[in-house]
C-alpha cells in the first residue's frame, strides 16, 4: 500500500530548530512532485515547500531562508529543516505528493497525503 508517514514533530521554543521526515514507500517517492503543507485549526492548508523529482525547490515566502527541503535517497524520505522557528510556524505539518507534471504549493493537486505531525513554537 502507498503511503506517506510523518515524523519529527514535537515542542520548541522560538528561535530553536526542527527536522522533519516523511517516509514513503514504493512508487510515491519517484513521483514528480513532493512537498510538505501546513494547517492551523480553523484555516486553510498553507504549502511550505516542494522538493522535484529533478531536485527543483520551492518555498512559500514566509518560510524561505528558514526551513529547508530536501530528498534522502537512501532512506526513501523527504526532509524539512526548520530552523530559527517563530511562533507562527505553529501547526499539523503534512508531506503529500502527486505526479502530475507541474509541481506547485497547490493543495487540490496533491493526492496522496500523510497523517501529519504537529508543530508547536512557544515563546
Known amino acids: 500500500q502507498e503511503q506517506l508517514v510523518e515524523s519529527g514533530g514535537g515542542s520548541v521554543q522560538a528561535g530553536g530548530s526542527l527536522r522533519l521526515s516523511c517516509a514513503a514507500s514504493?512508487?510515491?517517492?519517484?513521483?514528480?512532485?513532493m512537498a510538505w503543507f501546513r494547517q492551523v485549526p480553523g484555516k486553510q492548508r498553507e504549502g511550505v515547500a516542494y522538493?522535484?523529482?529533478?531536485?527543483?525547490?520551492a518555498y512559500a515566502d514566509s518560510v524561505r531562508g528558514r526551513f529547508f527541503i530536501s530528498k534522502d535517497n537512501a532512506k526513501n524520505t523527504l526532509d524539512l529543516q526548520m530552523n530559527n522557528l517563530k511562533l507562527e510556524d505553529t501547526a499539523t505539518y503534512y508531506c503529500?505528493?502527486?505526479?502530475?507534471?507541474?509541481?506547485?504549493?497547490?493543495?487540490?493537486?496533491?493526492?496522496?497525503w500523510g497523517q501529519g505531525t504537529q508543530v508547536t513554537v512557544t515563546a
Open positions: 503529500a505528493a502527486h505526479d502530475k507534471p507541474y509541481c506547485q504549493l497547490l493543495e487540490d493537486a496533491f493526492k496522496d
Open positions: 522538493h522535484t523529482e529533478v531536485g527543483s525547490t
Open positions: 514504493g512508487a510515491i517517492y519517484s513521483s514528480n512532485c
